[in-house]
């Protein structure tokens, strides 16, 4: 027995697709296909967001209830005595006098938030204290020359940075007082030694996230931040706990070819290319870089042609473009002033966004979000990159609040822009997706409706199998939404 659910382009077997879930292969080495599974390994040091600290296990990442305080420093908390005896034995029993010694006093309690001190802190203590410091971190396939020894620090450009240097100095000073009496770590604390080991963090660490796509930690991987960047990547990390798993998202010759994105994919070169020469000290030459045409495919703005719903593609910064390629219509400079003026209002309203999102404050959110969309829409081509954002931030928010006929409006037109600028391979083209269906079910009520959402989830799946592969977290977390959806579309099947 078989049957479709009909879409306007294509007939899909839905109920045949039932997605099961099952181990995965790590290849030895390339070609590599989509999917394939090309790394896995384990963090050399991690710790867990501060935000998350009471509520995820610091050891394991696991959300649990009834998670277990420290006993000896009160600051660390743990699903159970076997994660509380792994992170004892690994590190903890050093870190834990540094955090009851800080907790002491108010301003040694401060620093403890920030992600890069705790970090640097579990590198001293590693180095100090762990013989095997400098072998590779547990992982496949193994890369015997990343060691933390040889991680590339760029201490010579980051010891110009005057910024830099006065917050090595404040962590040397820090780390003087809450480590006096625990150890010998003279010799790392002097500002050539600490900025080795800032640098070499600093450049390599990478943010662990979790399957519903926030922030759990953040952890330096050894081979896994041997892969190089590209602002068109074709690769993604996904991760089981603070398991690090990378699969290809397209056909890659081999290991030294795979490229992973660093950076939100929604910015214009010139702002990309500032902001990785910043952080990393390298300059971007990839395919996205080297496209001249990309910049004006991600800034398209709406042809004035009365009957004409193509985009004019505009360069951002010079505000050049070319005639339509529909009607022949060219932007005047009556549209380009326009533009020009959107830009700056829209970073206003971004930056009121960026206060509102620090105190979780939602409903302000939305309505900025909101307002820049519709002031965005009236100029600017449904596929321009500030356009998409701007609505996935609205989609976001609304669905946040519970507004799910708003947000299932936004994230279905989402699924038809965000593909066109965007990967289509990746976590959050497939959440997309998954919602368009989800809050569409909660909106939709006809049967025949219903049955033609669930095919956007079928597309979902298959990103996440890409992504993430059948025995990830996040393909569970996925399937479980999915076979609920099929469930209430098709009633009839045996689940």
Known sequence: MSSTVESSTTFVHVWDTEFPAGPVDTKMHGPYQRGDRLLYEKPWIFVVSEKLREQICNHCFQREKGLKRCTGCAFSWYCGKSCQ???????????????????????????????????????????????????????????????????????????????????????????????????????????????????????????????????????????????????????????????????ATESVDCFDNVRLSYLDQIYFSVPRREMLKKRYYFDCFCRACSDENMDQRMNGIRCPGKTCSNAILMNPYSFESDPCSGCGCVANKVLKDQVTDLLKRGREIQAMMSEAKKTDNHPRVLDLAETLHRDLSKVFHDTNSLVISTALQVASSADVLGQFDKAFTYFSSLRLTYPKVFPFWSFQNAEILMKCTTRGLLVKTNQKDQRALLIHFVEAMKIVTVCAGRDSPTFAYYKKFYDDCREVCFPELPH
Request: net charge negative.
């Open 85 to 247: 005896k792994t992170s004892w034995k690994s590190v903890h029993k050093h870190e834990c006098p540094v955090f009851k010694k800080a907790l002491q006093d108010e301003e040694l309690t401060i620093p403890l938030g920030i992600e890069t001190v705790r970090l640097c802190l579990q590198a001293l203590i590693r180095v100090k204290n762990d013989p095997n410091w400098r072998d590779p971190s547990e992982g496949f396939p193994i890369l015997p020359h990343r060691t933390f020894p040889n991680l590339m620090s760029h201490w010579e450009e980051i010891k110009v940075d005057k910024k830099e240097v006065d917050f090595i100095d404040l962590m040397s000073n820090y780390f003087h007082k809450v480590l006096k009496g625990l150890g010998d770590y003279e010799d790392l604390l002097e500002l050539e030694s600490l900025g080795t080991i800032y640098g070499k963090i600093r450049i390599n660490n990478m943010t662990i996230f979790g399957t519903y796509g926030d922030k759990l930690g953040v952890g330096l991987y050894l081979s896994g931040s041997a892969i190089d960047h590209a602002c068109l990547p074709n690769a993604c990390p996904s991760f089981s706990g603070t398991l690090i798993n990378i699969h």
